[in-house]
């Protein structure tokens, strides 16, 4: 069946990038989307990439996409201390519209 | 609207009470999901309405979870009997571009 996964934790300091890495197993996934929760707050869909592209380049945010590894990542490049949040990548699959999401990256930006 | 609404924003609730959970859309978008999110983990899907077609209900938990949708308007969520183990937050998002409302957070007491 389709499985989206992502690390848990990552920190970084004020400044540097993050990466945050998501690998998902459908293969005829036609969408991939990072969206951002805040403590308390609902989803925010950040970007998303359609499966022929393999880069998307949005401002402070950097997806790439290897369809080939199913392994799809976000830089945030001079990372704030306001991007601290989960991240959550999501596949949609080819056979349906629902969204599968991964369990969530847990983002600290330490000052 | 502008966003999707989503209603109430808390409900604390008796373990063997119904509850109904509201999303109203974005206007104009055919297509609205549900999911559920546990403390601490992702989101999973419970449900999908496109249109008038038959809803994919692949993801409801049990036959105590039900939704509705009339057209394009306003879906209800109805958890009957509800148990402990439903208590997370009830998201609904709607197409296209997945804008998500900020949740129901049920808690069952």
């Known amino acids: 069946g389709e499985d989206v996964e992502q690390s848990l934790f990552l920190s970084v300091r004020e400044g540097d990038s993050s990466v945050i890495n998501c690998t998902y197993t459908?293969?005829?996934?036609?969408?991939l989307y990072w969206y951002k929760q805040e403590p308390g707050a609902g989803l925010q869909l950040l970007t998303y990439i359609f499966s022929n592209m393999d880069m998307k380049q949005d401002q402070r945010l950097t997806v790439l996409l290897n369809k080939k590894d199913k392994h799809l990542s976000l830089r945030i490049a001079d990372t704030q201390t306001g991007d601290s949040a989960i991240y959550f990548c999501?596949?949609?699959?080819?056979?349906?519209?629902?969204?599968?999401f991964g369990t969530g990256t847990l983002l600290a930006v330490q000052p | 609207g502008a966003g999707v609404s989503q209603s109430p924003s808390n409900k604390v609730t008796e373990k063997g009470k119904d509850v109904e959970l509201r999303c109203d859309p974005i206007s104009g978008h055919t297509a609205l999901y549900w999911y559920r999110q546990r403390l601490g983990q992702g989101l999973e899907f419970l449900i999908y309405f496109q249109g008038n077609s038959a809803p994919d209900k692949s993801g409801l938990p049990s036959d105590r979870f039900s939704a509705e949708r009339t057209g394009e308007s306003v879906s209800t969520l109805t958890i009957q009997r509800t148990q402990q183990e439903d208590s997370a937050v009830y998201l609904c998002?709607?197409?296209?571009?997945?804008?998500f409302g900020s949740g129901t957070r049920l808690t069952v007491v």
């Open positions: 998002a709607s197409s296209a571009g997945y804008t």
């Open positions: 999501a596949e949609k699959g080819g056979a349906t519209n629902k969204l599968i």
């Open positions: 459908d293969s005829s996934s036609t969408y």
